[in-house]
């Protein structure tokens, strides 16, 4: 019977050097532009994140053309604790025209609690009215720096279908799942095309490297242990080698506090396996 979905969830990178990152310091979350827009308003978001698919291995050469032929698996389970979740893929316009009413309602109630107005009323309400109520008026103020919920909720949706390099592509096929860093003031998301342009390039440059996280991002990170790790893919046989030799100088794996075992590192050994060999094998 064939499988569509897979025990493990995948993140890809386009650099040995990355992969091996990922097994010294962890998965860094970095910003993502999500284009949420409808035919009568734009919504494309900045977004603090790190994918993942849960694709079987047999089926991930296009996938590895956009994303790259180094990664590594790990279980659901170390996902779901970690706060990972499907997207939800949407096909149709009026459910993009209800998120983009969502966010400019929140953005309006974002914009009232920041208000003189609204700090002129809770103070007129510590006089005239119940203490209930005042609590309630600044528990809002509360949330001047947290990211609604709905807002966040944005965060896990995506198009069924969206253009990529001049190319209509089926996102669904991806199977995604996302870690999203909620919004604060230290990490922002993007509300806007042009504010998510600013970020990636400050210098006004079309084509230039993606910026490294901030060190509040790099906070945020996920971490694993050996035990977490299904799977390490490197592009060809001959660079598993590299890989073997990254594992065995580790003290720590994947940014985990926990000291990493000889009978540890023979476990993540036995876990590579190359681009190279899946499409002659599988």
Known sequence: MSVFRTSSLFRFCKERKMLQNYLKTGIYPNYCEEDLSCE?????IGIPMASFCDIPITLLSEHHERYGEYGMGLTKEWAIKNGISPVMYITNEYTLRGLNA?????????TYINSEEFK????QNAISEPIGHIMKLVELMKQEDESFLNRYLLGFCKKYKSKFENK?????????????????KEIPWYWSHEDYVKWRSPEGLESCPKPEPSQKMIEKKLTFEASDVTYIIVKEESQVRFIIKTINELKYLGGSKIRLHQYDKELLCSKIISRERINKDF
């Not at 002129?120 to 103070?123: D, E, G, N, W």
């Open 102 to 110: 969502l966010l400019r309602t929140e953005q309006e109630h974002l």
């Open 168 to 184: 209509t592509i089926c996102n669904y096929i991806e199977n995604e799942w996302r870690y999203i860093v909620p919004e604060s």
């Open 120 to 123: 002129r009323q809770v103070k």
């Open 40 to 44: 009568k308003s734009e919504l494309k």
